[in-house]
Nanobody, 116 residues
Framework: QVQLVESGGGLVQPGGSLRLSCAAS????????MGWYRQAPGKERELVAR???????HYADAVKGRFAISRDSAKNTMALQMNSVKDDDTAIYYC??????????WGQGTQVTVSP
């Protein structure tokens, strides 16, 4: 059974940084394409960053140059380093397979709120 547990969210000021983590079980993040998604209030869930099985990373234009996705094979975890955050980054962040998410794997997500 696959379980993805997100953590690390919180309240951060504009321009600040935050690091999100995704602990995976039942799936090997090193050989699966994985990604970070987010859903802001009143908006569709969107893919913001992904890392392919061969380690290549891809970012949505909205976060390019500010966010960095990584994975730790030994711990079977994934991370999203968020820098220079903006108000528009406020959302619930989820990890899942990417570029196509598996609806069975959605977790609770972690809330990120950007506010002065």
């Amino acid at each position: 059974q696959v379980q993805l547990v997100e953590s690390g969210g919180g309240l951060v000021q504009p321009g600040g940084s935050l690091r999100l983590s995704c602990a995976a079980s039942g799936i090997n993040v090193s050989i699966s394409g994985m990604g970070w998604y987010r859903q802001a209030p009143g908006k569709e869930r969107e893919l913001v960053a992904r890392i392919s099985f061969d380690g290549k990373t891809h970012y949505a234009d909205a976060v390019k140059g500010r966010f960095a996705i990584s994975r730790d094979s030994a711990k079977n975890t994934m991370a999203l380093q968020m820098n220079s955050v903006k108000d528009d980054d406020t959302a619930i962040y989820y990890c899942n397979r990417a570029p196509v998410a598996d609806f069975r794997y959605w977790g609770q997500g972690t809330q990120v709120t950007v506010s002065p």
